[in-house]
């Protein structure tokens, strides 16, 4: 397909900071551009949303990974973005999220101890270029800031938010409704009981939290307007809390 193969795949880093009390973790995968086994110029990635561990749960590396990353960049037609990928001599280092639908800032925890393990392990004076994809350009955006609040050096020269939604992603409700009616309707099924327990056994996706994606904690908090399932009215306060802090930090 024309991507390069990952020389490091599926080093597991987790969060040294808690957010609520749990530790976000992080698989890294890197594709060195110089010398294979050291870093000396990172350029870092952070993916968007990744609803893997539900929907293909038997993947490690969830619905997007470094192989996905080198696609889009091919079909970006973008020829800076492949320049800085392919022509510049970057050690690629992605991020897959073990929990793609995570909190955004457990998530953010987790790449600022993956920035940390970089830093540590690079072998020159380099700074690093951060590149946050989608979802992963405001985890990204707030883990650099909360690493400068918090007088940490990030070694990081440049910034790259990629289609990032910093005030909010809009998700038409007429395809919650849909979603929320087919999770009502299948609960109310004899065999909803029996199926997931079934899908759980068998390791494949739980069709439930499938049609509940809209729930998940980064979902609630990325939706501008999110129809809540019960009541079937608009429920913002996630959403407003999130945008709120986030704001109040601003841009690293």
Same mark, same amino acid.
């Given at each position: 397909?024309?991507?390069p ?8 880093i ?18 060195y ?15 968007g ?47 897959d ?23 540590q ?16 350009g ?16 990030h ?5 790259? !938010?990629?289609? @990032?939604?910093?005030?909010? #992603? *809009?998700? /038409?409700?007429?395809? %919650?409704? =849909?979603? +929320?009616?087919?999770?009502?309707f299948?609960?109310?099924t ?15 996706? !739980?069709?439930? @939290?499938?049609?509940n994606? #809209? *729930?998940? /904690?980064?979902?609630? %908090?990325? =939706?501008? +307007? ?16 999130w945008q ?9």
């Amino acid at each position: 397909n024309g991507c390069p193969a990952p020389n490091s795949n599926g080093l597991t880093i987790q969060a040294t900071k808690a957010y609520l009390g749990e530790y976000g973790k992080a698989i890294v995968s890197v594709y060195y551009g110089s010398v294979v086994g050291e870093l000396h110029k990172p350029l870092i990635i952070a993916e968007g949303f990744d609803p893997g561990h539900i929907t293909v749960p038997e993947n490690q590396f969830g619905e997007t990974n470094i192989n996905t990353f080198f696609q889009q960049v091919n079909f970006s037609n973008s020829f800076g973005l492949q320049n800085l990928t392919y022509y510049s001599g970057y050690d690629i280092i992605y991020v897959d999220w073990v929990n793609g639908t995570d909190y955004l800032q457990r998530n953010a925890y987790a790449l600022e101890a993956v920035i940390d393990w970089v830093n540590q392990n690079k072998m020159s004076n380099t700074p690093n270029v951060v590149l946050g994809q989608s979802m992963g350009g405001v985890i990204a955006r707030y883990a650099l800031k909360d690493m400068e609040n918090n007088s940490k050096n990030h070694q990081t020269r440049l910034y790259i !938010s990629w289609d @990032a939604p910093h005030q909010g #992603a *809009n998700v /038409p409700e007429g395809f %919650q409704d =849909l979603a +929320n009616h087919a999770k009502s309707f299948y609960i109310q099924t004899p065999a909803f009981g029996i199926t997931e327990y079934l899908l759980y056994i068998l390791g494949k996706p !739980s069709i439930y @939290a499938q049609l509940n994606m #809209a *729930n998940q /904690p980064a979902a609630r %908090q990325m =939706l501008i +307007n999110r129809i809540n399932g019960s009541t079937n009215s608009i429920n913002n306060t996630d959403h407003t809390t999130w945008q709120s802090e986030l704001q109040t930090m601003g841009y690293p």
